[in-house]
Antibody, heavy 119, light 110 residues
Framework: QVQLQESGPGLVKPSGTLSLTCAVS?????????WSWVRQPPGKGLEWIGE???????NYNPSLKSRVTISVDKSKNQFSLKLSSVTAADTAVYYC????????????WGQGTMVTVSS | QSALTQPPSVSGSPGQSVTISCTGT?????????VSWYQQPPGTAPKLMIY???NRPSGVPDRFSGSKSGNTASLTISGLQAEDEADYYC??????????FGGGTKLTVL
């Protein structure tokens, strides 16, 4: 059974870069699925950040595209998120999730990790 | 891309049915049957409840059903139970090869 686990700093300074990793266990990141990041500011709704395929192909939310980089490390069976020039508005719970290609839905989610942007 | 439009809240008594709407555009909900619904109890990660408009993953009770007409998708929960109280989000694939979520609906079981 595939499981996802996010990790990374819980506190990032304004104008800095947020970096998170999602470890995939119980399955291969090279399977026919896309791997995604979704965030949720406190008390607010879900926002799709972007996705990556094991080949390295990516798609990003247009509103975040200039600041986001998602990468994959097949040797470690994990993928990562970098978000640059962060502000308080980027404070959120960040989730990694698997997208099933055949029906474009997020079927497996990590538990989420809270990232606060503050000096 | 703009978020899909959902009512902020809905409520119902145990045993009743409730429907949550999700309105998009011809660039997302209206063009694709790639609409999914997620349940999120407080403090937990979202859980997939419906995919491809009306399909239920294994383990999701058949009290949950989905449909779509034009640019609006709907989630119906029949035979409401206390455990159904949660936030619900819709999502759609878009013509830009991206995904968009709804703003979320808080379901209260009275």
């Amino acid at each position: 059974q595939v499981q996802l686990q996010e990790s990374g700093p819980g506190l990032v300074k304004p104008s800095g870069t947020l970096s998170l990793t999602c470890a995939v266990s119980g399955g291969s990141i090279s399977s026919s699925n896309w791997w995604s990041w979704v965030r949720q500011p406190p008390g607010k709704g879900l926002e799709w950040i972007g996705e990556i395929y094991h080949s390295g192909s990516t798609n990003y939310n247009p509103s975040l595209k200039s600041r986001v980089t998602i990468s994959v490390d097949k040797s470690k069976n994990q993928f990562s998120l970098k978000l640059s020039s962060v502000t308080a508005a980027d404070t959120a719970v960040y989730y990694c999730a698997r997208i099933v290609v055949s029906y474009d839905a997020f079927d497996i989610w990590g538990q989420g990790t809270m990232v606060t942007v503050s000096s | 891309q703009s978020a899909l439009t959902q009512p902020p809240s809905v409520s119902g008594s145990p045993g009743q049915s409730v429907t949550i709407s999700c309105t998009g555009t011809s660039s997302d909900v209206g063009s694709y049957n790639r609409v999914s619904w997620y349940q999120q109890p407080p403090g937990t990660a979202p859980k997939l409840m419906i995919y491809e408009v009306s399909n239920r993953p294994s383990g999701v009770p058949d009290r949950f059903s989905g449909s779509k007409s034009g640019n609006t998708a709907s989630l119906t929960i029949s035979g409401l139970q206390a455990e159904d109280e949660a936030d619900y989000y819709c999502s759609s694939y878009t013509s830009s090869s991206t995904y968009v979520f709804g703003g979320g609906t808080k379901l209260t079981v009275l």
